[in-house]
């Protein structure tokens, strides 16, 4: 069994070769694929924490598809002013599939 925990979109994940994981939105190259940076390896009964031999570690992933999150409504109010304010947000998000770790 081998995962990693890879550092994408600001958090961490723990990811598999398969896994499917959503994370802010991240711009691939030209054959739609994205490196990700690996925090921590386990490989079997074998851990590996170490930022040197983290660094000859790959973790490569495709992008599925960009997609939009969910919209976030703010609201502000002061009483008994007149003061109302409301704003809305939605974040842009990207879908990857994990294909290699290696």
Known sequence: MVYAIVRAGGRQEKVE???V???DRIAADDKG???LAPVLLVDGDKVTSDADA???VTVTAEVVTDLRGPKIRIQHYRN???Y???MGH???LTRLKVTEIK
């Open 90 to 92: 939605r974040s842009e």
């Open 21 to 23: 994981l959503v994370v």
């Open 33 to 35: 694929n994205v490196e």
């Open 17 to 19: 070769v398969g896994s």
């Open 80 to 82: 008994k002013t007149g």
């Open 54 to 56: 983290l660094a000859k």
């Open 84 to 86: 109302k304010r409301r």
